[in-house]
Nanobody, 114 residues
Framework: QVQLVESGGGLVQPGGSLRLSCTASGSIFNIYAIGWYRQAPGKQRELIANPTSAYHTNYAESVKGRFTISRDNAENTVYLQMNSLKPEDTAVYYC????????WGQGTQVTVSS
């Protein structure tokens, strides 16, 4: 069974940056399948970074140009680099595999506020 653990969240000022990490353990699978979701207070969880191949990721319009996925195969870790953060990016961020959802991790809280 795959376990996904998110980390790296925190409080950041508008315009700042954060890098989130998602470490996968358990059954071996392709980390290129891992994408990123977020759930803002009072809203549904949304997919913001959806990898369609090892070389391409579709990003939600709200984060396009500001967020980028990267990977460390040796560490079974997927990163989400978030730049130019806005207050509306405040949410709990999760990683998972969109084509075949695994058990959700606890997520990592990102708060963008001055």
């Amino acid at each position: 069974q795959v376990q996904l653990v998110e980390s790296g969240g925190g409080l950041v000022q508008p315009g700042g940056s954060l890098r989130l990490s998602c470490t996968a353990s358990g059954s071996i699978f392709n980390i290129y399948a891992i994408g990123w979701y977020r759930q803002a207070p009072g809203k549904q969880r949304e997919l913001i970074a959806n990898p369609t191949s090892a070389y391409h990721t579709n990003y939600a319009e709200s984060v396009k140009g500001r967020f980028t996925i990267s990977r460390d195969n040796a560490e079974n870790t997927v990163y989400l680099q978030m730049n130019s953060l806005k207050p509306e990016d405040t949410a709990v961020y999760y990683c998972n595999t969109p084509l075949s959802l695994k058990t959700w991790g606890q997520g990592t809280q990102v708060t963008v506020s001055s």
